[in-house]
């Protein structure tokens, strides 16, 4: 559980550091060019908190994604980018991408653990 609380965290300061990227002017402007650096430092140290229990395909795609997906949204929410039906069918695939991911690394995972546990017993 703490895991998928630091991706959450992790994918959220991701986003918020990419629209301080674009308000940053290509680094021109200083506060948004310092939020960047502390919301990717942030995102980061989340992540490889995140990576202690979720395997890394999992929460690599899932961050990536999601976080891709979330970026889209602020972009036109707050800089009023277009948005298109292709824009909404290739998210969507993006989400079920992820979803198919975790779905097949949950089940190679439940395995591996079982044979951790087992070695560990021994």
Known sequence: MKGI??????????AVGTVMLK?????TA????????ICYLAAFTFLSFSLKTIPLS?????WSGIGTALAVILG??????????LKI???????????MLNKGTTRSDQGSETADTTSKAV
């Open 23 to 27: 308000l940053s002017n290509g680094f």
């Open 76 to 85: 036109i929410i707050f800089f009023q980018e277009e948005i298109s039906m």
């Open 5 to 14: 609380f630091f991706l959450s965290l992790s994918i959220i300061t991701e």
């Open 58 to 62: 999992s929460a690599y795609a899932t």
């Open 30 to 37: 200083i506060y948004p060019t310092l939020g960047f650096a």
């Open 89 to 99: 069918v290739a998210l969507l695939l993006v989400v079920v991408g992820i979803m």
